[in-house]
């Protein structure tokens, strides 16, 4: 996310750099690679401009605090206007009131508004505790309708059997008068959608909203974030012509630029209340500026990747493998386990990106996919592994080892790898062990704070000897490390 605007905004700090103190000549480079950063983003011109002239009248005025380097200042400055125009403060729905409240999802068609509505029902049932009905409205495209309701089946959410022949409004009526008697909090509504905006579209969409209108609806507007300024335009039109409550940003996973997350909320006023970060029902973020602005300026998102963390990794199991771990036993179901739930946070590279100054040394080092298709592989080697060979790997002699090779379509020498790769950490973990118990402190330098990932060596969540934490404590992760 973001990647290239990082880039330059680093390139554009270095300028000031071994400066004494900030003043106009010498800011005036460190702005104008600013500009062209956001301009290259994409970002609208008046954005930009505006953003610029607020960064240097803050930069050269009175707050600047003598004794802190011009560059971290200047960074700081940046951070905060960022967060500034994208909102500052997150927003989410409107729940607090009496149900069913219904919550229109609109937008152009392949946007991402039927995924969408899948992710908030989610979102909606676990995190808000809130029941749902899903109701597709998509009366253009039957296939929607489908896709929606595989969705809500494979999520075990409730659905609306909408009767497509009929006018959208209708579909809502019915849909609201249905959530009423069975009790639902929510009604998510998967509107239809075309490849350009159109007055029939738009019409039609007020007519829903009016319909309505008493139950005063939430209507989020979902924009592939990809599309940078041509999502802001449309975005507007929509605002003008429904009114809507709030933007969803899709498709943050991909190389979008930054244009449309930077500008929407200045250019219409409608905040960004959600982003969409893959096509799997768990990736969707609520819209926070400030940690963005932090993501932006390479600072990391440790907020969010505790956040994460927290839902990925299942204390109990954490708990009875540190146990196992304490008594000298690591096994390769552990190690699985362990595998696994860092796979839940996330992409490798999108988890170390939320770690303070991962961002640019990702940049330099490249290509994460070796080293994603290398935990792959050893995924599927596990998985050729009998569950007595996983408690035990010193089962593994070389006529099972043929055996797994042959299961996991791996030579015999990757197999070998693999379990020669797993005895230097069970070493290894032996000896942590040993330290821990012998009351080593913190052991600083052994990437304190950081996730390790299977095959780099100590393991995910046990250092220090620390149980993992309880939930919903906020600042510590389960990787408990004083480094955040
Ligand atoms: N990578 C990525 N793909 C997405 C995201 N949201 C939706 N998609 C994909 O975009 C395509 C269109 O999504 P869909 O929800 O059907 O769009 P709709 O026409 O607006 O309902 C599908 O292939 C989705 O899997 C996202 O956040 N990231
Ligand atoms: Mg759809």
Redo the contacts with the bound molecule.
Sequence with gaps: MFDSLSEKFNDAFKNLQGKGKISESNIEDALKQVRTALLEADVNFKVVKEFTSAVKEQALGEKVIRGVDPDQQFIKIIQDELAKIMGNANEEVDLERPGPIPIL?V????????????KLSKHLTEKKKKSVLLVPA?TY?PA?KD?LITLAKSMDMDWFDSDLTGHPKDIALAALEYAKEQKKDVVII?TA?RLHVDEELMGQLKEVKEAIADKNPEVLM?A?AMTGQEAVNVAKVFHDAIGCTGVVL?????DARGGAALSIRHVTGIPIKY?????KMK?LELFHPDRLAGRILDMGDVVTLVEKAEEAIDEKEAERMMKNMEKGNFTVEDFMKQMDMIKNLGSMSSILKMIPGMGGMLRQAGDLTPAEDEMKRMRVIIDSMTKQERQNYKLIKESRMDRISKGSGNTLKQVKDFIQKFRQMEKMMGGMMQMMKGGMPGMPGMGGGMPSLPGMGDQAGFRQGKKPKKKGKGKKGPWGGGYF
């Design positions: 999802i937008g152009l068609n392949g946007q991402g508004k039927t995924t969408f509505s899948g998509d495209r929607a896709q998967d959608g979902v592939d899709s498709k943050m996973d991909s982003i969409s970060v893959g096509e990736d």
